[in-house]
């Protein structure tokens, strides 16, 4: 006899949308293991925490690979040029953080299917091609940035470069060439566990905890109105190294990957809470330790790179701080390095219909794996080249990244509101107020970006402008917004009963979404400015690389 919860259990083959059968199965993580069959519920403490185990792995690897090369170079630069005044922001960045991902990982688990070919089915074939394009570059300089940090800690360490790149690039391939998910996992997960070195770091440098929460409660903007450019600058660049748009395309597609389904999502969850802990934790911890090391030397204020803040952790909290941290961004170069690429990797899979699982070995996945190891290859050498404009290449990856955000959050709203692809899991009220919020300060902090890179004397009362018109259309959008949300939402209510089993139909199966007025302005304006952003920031970054 058959019973209910085996029957809620199983999807029936024509209804799903999965792309690449590889995708369904038993859950093989790092910490244990969910056969495909197994539908028993789960009582009691200790059949929850294996299954949690068994679950975590997306959550954790997305948000400690956030924790990056880059994040070393702007949390250091946060530390050691304003102290801990800007701790305020990561406590602002939390909930942002959970909205975003906790999207990403429904829109995963509920349709199976990657953010790029999602966007490419539902907005068609220019917005496909500018997602798959715009990640595959900003992700293949993104890559280069975590070699520039191997570089960095291997030569602190006292380690030849072109040895150590080598064996990095060697290291990151193999790692993902196993034909196992989950050895691939265990091998991530186990480096995840090498983030905590910068908690020992903290402890040498004895920072004032006391301060410290003071700034982390208190939002303070630090060196008067006459730093007001530069300050914003930094806090954009926290902004965009903590919500990347990598992380979107990431953890959707490595949920999928890992075979989690509805019926798991509360877990999912939990892995989410505890990579965003571990995150904020270690981004806490590096402006405090930076901050402790630096006040009151010459070095205060005079940021260069992750290599000079090692240095002086070294000089004022002795050498064993300075050695930790070193290893610390040598580890976290790599684990951002794993995802960058494999974001990129899933999402030329999904679009291009290609196998792309870590379930398959190489013979079965060929055109994955090859794109997986190429830009792990173009990256390690161009760091590799004399010569090459590494400092230009790491400051146009946080403006680009800082231009293309808005876009990303405004796709993964309008997508967890498609009612055709969501279904009972769509957006309730408050979380689509919350985020249409955010997307509104992405959208203002990427125009102030943008025209501070082509005006480098961009002046604070500029700034002002541009942040008080931005909220005034901010708050006429809203109120539009509101009001048709408002209509809708009594026309019809959201059905969500039997969430646990449903999943998204097969794409070709569902209706073309309704264009509006409204959505066509918006959609227009939104790719016009991103066209013009992004082509006045490349020309402002080659025309200063051909000044140098």
């Known amino acids: 006899m058959t019973t209910n919860a085996t029957l809620n259990s199983k999807v029936p083959a024509p209804r799903s949308a999965v792309l690449d059968d590889a995708h369904v199965g038993d859950i093989k993580g790092a910490l244990g293991t969910i056969h495909h069959d197994d539908t028993a519920p789960r009582e009691g403490l200790s059949a929850k925490l294996k299954t949690l185990l068994a679950i975590v792995g997306p959550g954790l690897i997305v948000m400690v690979g956030d924790n990056d090369a880059g994040a070393f170079a702007t949390y250091g630069q946060a530390g050691q040029n304003y102290g801990t005044h800007l701790l305020w922001t990561l406590l602002l960045l939390i909930p942002v953080l959970y909205v975003n991902q906790e999207m990403v990982l429904r829109l995963g688990a509920v349709t199976g299917v990657g953010h790029a070919r999602l ?34 800690a291997a030569g602190y360490l006292g380690l030849p470069k072109v040895a150590s790149v080598v064996l990095a690039a060697a290291v990151i391939i193999a790692s993902g060439f196993t034909g196992s998910f989950q050895r691939f996992e265990r091998i991530v997960v186990t480096l995840c566990v090498g983030s905590l070195l910068l908690i020992p770091v903290y402890f040498l440098c004895h920072p004032s905890a006391s301060q410290m929460a003071r700034d982390f409660v208190v939002p303070n903007m630090p060196g008067g109105s006459g730093e007001l450019s530069s300050v914003m600058l930094l806090i954009i660049a926290i902004v965009g190294t903590t919500v990347a748009p990598w992380q979107l395309f990431f953890q959707q597609s490595y949920v999928i990957d890992k075979r989690i389904t509805p019926r798991f999502m509360k877990y999912e969850k939990a892995d989410l809470v505890i990579g965003i802990a571990i995150v904020i934790v270690g981004a806490a911890a590096m402006m405090g330790f930076t901050a402790a090391a630096f006040t009151g030397t010459d070095g205060f204020g005079q940021f260069e790179d992750s290599a000079g803040v090692a240095k002086g952790l070294a000089d004022n909290a002795g050498k064993l701080a300075g050695a930790l941290y070193a290893v610390a961004l040598l580890d976290a170069s790599i684990i951002g390095a794993f995802a960058v690429s494999l974001s990129t990797a899933y999402a030329i899979g999904d679009v291009f219909g290609i196998k792309h699982s870590l379930h398959r070995g190489v013979k079965g996945a060929k055109g994955f794996y ?81 025209a501070s890179v082509l005006f480098p004397d961009i002046s604070s009362g500029t700034i002002m402008t541009i942040m008080a018109s931005c909220g005034v259309a901010g708050v006429l959008a809203a109120g539009y917004a509101f009001t048709r949300r408002r209509t809708a939402t009594l026309e019809d209510p959201i059905d969500r009963t039997g969430r646990d089993s449903w999943r998204m139909p097969p794409l070709e199966t569902l209706a073309k979404p309704t264009v509006s007025t409204g959505y066509k302005i918006g959609m227009g304006a939104l790719r016009t400015y991103l066209l013009i952003a992004m082509v006045l920031v490349v020309i402002k970054i080659v025309q200063t690389a051909l000044g140098n």
């Open 370 to 450: 090859a794109v997986y190891a190429g830009l792990v290859v173009v990256a390690a050498t161009i760091v590799l080249i004399p010569g090459s404009p590494l400092g230009l290449l790491t400051e146009g990856v946080q403006t680009l990244a800082g231009v293309l955000l808005p876009s990303a959050s405004v796709f993964l709203l309008l997508l967890c509101n498609d009612k055709d692809v969501l279904g009972p899991w769509v957006n309730g009220p408050k979380t689509n107020a919350f985020t249409a919020a955010v997307v509104g300060i992405l959208v203002t902090l990427s125009i102030i970006l943008t």
């Open 119 to 152: 966007i490419l089915e539902r907005f068609g074939k220019f917005w496909g091609a500018f997602s798959v394009i715009d990640l595959f570059l900003l992700n293949a300089l993104t890559l280069v940035t975590e070699f520039i940090g191997i570089t960095l």
